[in-house]
C-alpha cells in the first residue's frame, strides 16, 4: 500500500478520458526515470486494468501480451508518465540471465571494481516499474530465480555491503508476444518463444493486449 504522504491524486482527463475521477500516481515529478510524456489513444478497459495493479498489485505481478505492434511496452510506459511513476526497462533474450537484471560490475580507472545496480535491483530499491519486455524469450529455467524477488521484501546483491528493501511502489510488468503458454485459444507461439513455469505463472495477473479498431488507427494517422 502506498503511504499518502508520497502520492497524489491525478485526474482521468490526462489519459484522454472526459470523466471527472482521479487515479493514483505519486508525487516526485522530477525523477529523472519517469517517461516522457507523449501522445497516446489508451484502450479504456486495458487502462482500468493497469491502472487497478498500479494503486493496489496486492503481492502480484503483471503479464500484457499480444501481438507485435500492439503497443504493450508504449502503453505502459505512458501509463508511468502520467503518474510521475519511474520506469526501469530492459528487454529479454536467449542469453539473458537473471544477475543482468540485477546488477553488473564495473572497472575504475585504478582496476577496483565497484557493483552497479542494474534495472530490477534499481526499481525494487528506490521505487518504480521494472518493465521485462519480451520476457518470454528467456528461458523458463533462469526466470525462477524470480519467485523469490517477487514473494520477498530484500535483495542481496553480491558486492554490496547492505540489504536491499523493497520500496512501496515497486511494481513487476512484463511484456511479451504469448500468454506464457502455447494454448492455440489463448496463446500464440512465436519462434524462440518459451512456455512459462505455470508455478511462475501463478504470480501474474494476465491480461491480453489488441490492435486499435481501425477507426482509430486512421484517426491517428490523420492527426484526428
Known amino acids: ?27 516526485d515529478t522530477f525523477n529523472p526515470n ?5 501522445e497516446y489513444f489508451f484502450d479504456v478497459t486495458a487502462l482500468q486494468d493497469i491502472l487497478a495493479f498500479m494503486t493496489m498489485p496486492d503481492d502480484s505481478a503483471y ?54 545496480l542494474n534495472a530490477l535491483a534499481k526499481a525494487f530499491h528506490f521505487g518504480g516499474v521494472f518493465l521485462f519486455n519480451e520476457i518470454d ?25 547492505e540489504t536491499l528493501h523493497k520500496h512501496e511502489a515497486f511494481r513487476f510488468i512484463v511484456t511479451a508476444n504469448t500468454n506464457g503458454s502455447f494454448d492455440e485459444e489463448s496463446g500464440i507461439s512465436f519462434e524462440g518463444t518459451e512456455s512459462m513455469n505455470i508455478a511462475f505463472m501463478d504470480r501474474f495477473i494476465v491480461n491480453q493486449y489488441h490492435y486499435l479498431p481501425e477507426v482509430i488507427e486512421l484517426q491517428i494517422l490523420t492527426g484526428f
Open 137 to 161: 524469450l528467456v528461458h523458463p529455467s533462469k526466470l525462477t530465480a524470480l519467485n523469490e524477488i517477487l514473494s520477498g521484501n530484500t535483495l542481496i546483491i553480491p558486492g554490496i555491503d
Open 34 to 38: 519517469i517517461p516522457t510524456k507523449k
Open 1 to 27: 500500500m502506498l503511504l499518502t504522504k508520497n502520492t497524489k491524486r491525478i485526474s482521468i482527463k490526462e489519459f484522454g478520458i472526459n470523466a471527472d475521477s482521479e487515479v493514483t500516481g505519486l508525487n
Open 63 to 116: 503479464w500484457l501480451w499480444g501481438l507485435h505492434g500492439t503497443g504493450k511496452t508504449s502503453m505502459i510506459e505512458q501509463v508511468c508518465s502520467r503518474l510521475n511513476w519511474p520506469c526501469y526497462s530492459i528487454t529479454g533474450s536467449a542469453t539473458m540471465e537473471i544477475e543482468d537484471l540485477l546488477y553488473q560490475n564495473r572497472i575504475q580507472a585504478d582496476g577496483s571494481t565497484t557493483v552497479d
